[in-house]
Nanobody, 127 residues
C-alpha cells in the first residue's frame, strides 16, 4: 500500500523535545518533495518545514524557526521532524506530506496539492 505512516507524537513538557517519524511505503521518499504540516482546530493548516527535491532548499515557517528541523534518512525511507524548545502553542496534530511534482520549498509548504499525507499524530505540550 502506498502510504505515509507517522509516529512519535505524545505529551511533552514546555521547553522539551520530541521527534516525529514518517515512514514511506510503496514509493521512495528521495524522489519527492517532503514537508511537515500541522492542523489545529479552528485554524488553517500550517506548512512548517518543507524541502524541495529539485534543489534541496528548505523552507521554515517563522512560527518554528530556530526550534524545529526537518530531515530524512533515505536508507530507511523515513522523514523526521525534530521539535526542540516546544511551547504550548505547538499543541496540534502534525502531518507529513510528499509531492512528486517539481516545486520550491516555499510552494510545498504553502499549498495542499500533495500526493500523499500521513495519518496525523497528536502532539500536546503541557505548561
Amino acid at each position: 500500500q502506498v502510504q505515509l505512516v507517522e509516529s512519535g507524537g505524545g505529551l511533552v513538557q514546555a521547553g522539551g523535545s520530541l521527534r516525529l517519524s514518517c515512514v514511506a511505503s510503496g514509493f521512495s521518499l528521495d524522489a519527492y518533495n517532503i514537508g511537515w504540516f500541522r492542523q489545529t482546530p479552528g485554524k488553517e493548516r500550517e506548512g512548517l518545514l518543507c524541502i524541495s527535491n529539485s534543489d534541496g532548499t528548505t523552507y521554515t515557517a517563522d512560527s518554528v524557526k530556530g526550534r524545529f528541523t526537518i530531515s530524512r534518512d533515505n536508507a530507511k525511507n523515513t522523514m523526521f521532524l525534530q521539535m526542540n524548545s516546544v511551547e504550548p502553542e505547538d499543541t496540534s496534530t502534525y502531518y507529513c506530506a510528499a509531492l512528486s511534482i517539481s516545486a520550491s520549498a516555499q510552494d510545498m509548504c504553502a499549498n495542499r496539492w500533495h500526493d500523499y499525507w500521513g495519518q496525523g499524530t497528536q502532539v500536546t505540550v503541557s505548561s
